[in-house]
Every structure is written in structure tokens, then in C-alpha cells.
């Protein structure tokens, strides 16, 4: 069984900084992509960014491309996401997901690609 906690969610200004963790656990954390998707109230889940199985490939929403930066740490079974000038418009709840294929490659922004999810964080940027 695979199990995803995301920590780090908050209240930010609008402008300010937050940096999300996701720690999975349950198989090998560096065979897989993972990536982080956002839910606001209302709207459906979108695609935020994406982390090669290696880390050497990054993808990114258009919304977000220059703000945030996704990395992960294979030797922590951490993945993460570094929010920077933060805009009201990205509050919503933040989750991270896992590829369901190993050593997959590409952007894979559906849903369907991942078959495991955390929790959630709650992010709320006010202006």
C-alpha cells in the first residue's frame, strides 16, 4: 500500500513564498514521476507540475511556470514544491500524486496517469 502525506500548506500574503513536502512510502519511491495537482472550491483538479522518476525532467502548468519549482529527494522519498509571489488565485488544496508506471517520461498532466493520492494541504494566499 502506498501512502502520500503532503505537509506545509498555510496562510501566505499575496507575493510571499510556501514550500509543500509530500513523503511517500510503500514502494520505490525513485522508480516513479510524481507530480502535484490543486483543487479549488468549485472547480476541478488541475495539474501543477510534474518530477521525472530521476528528477532530471520537470514540467509545469503555464499558471505557475517561473513561480514554482518542483524537486524531489530519492534518498528521503520526498517530493516538493516551492511556491514563490504567490497570487490569491492559487489558493486551493494541493496534492501530490504518483505515476502509476514506472520510469515513465512526458508531461502526463490527466489525473488518470496517477493512481495514488495524498491527503491534501490547504493553501489560501490573501491579497
Known amino acids: 500500500q502506498v501512502h502520500l502525506v503532503e505537509s506545509g500548506g498555510g496562510l501566505v500574503q499575496a507575493g510571499g513564498s510556501l514550500r509543500l513536502s509530500c513523503a511517500a512510502s510503500?514502494?520505490?519511491?525513485?522508480?516513479?514521476?510524481m507530480a502535484w495537482f490543486r483543487q479549488a472550491p468549485g472547480k476541478e483538479r488541475e495539474f501543477v507540475a510534474r518530477i521525472s522518476w530521476s528528477g532530471a525532467s520537470t514540467y509545469y502548468a503555464d499558471s505557475v511556470k517561473g513561480r514554482f519549482t518542483i524537486s524531489r529527494d530519492n534518498a528521503k522519498n520526498t517530493v516538493y514544491l516551492q511556491m514563490d509571489s504567490l497570487k490569491p488565485e492559487d489558493t486551493a488544496v494541493y496534492y501530490c500524486?504518483?505515476?502509476?508506471?514506472?520510469?515513465?517520461?512526458?508531461?502526463?498532466?490527466?489525473?488518470?496517469?496517477?493512481?495514488?493520492w495524498g491527503q491534501g494541504t490547504q493553501v489560501t494566499v490573501s491579497s
Open positions: 510503500g514502494r520505490t519511491f525513485s522508480d516513479y514521476a
Open positions: 500524486a504518483t505515476d502509476s508506471r514506472k520510469f515513465s517520461s512526458g508531461s502526463y498532466p490527466r489525473t488518470a496517469e496517477y493512481d495514488y
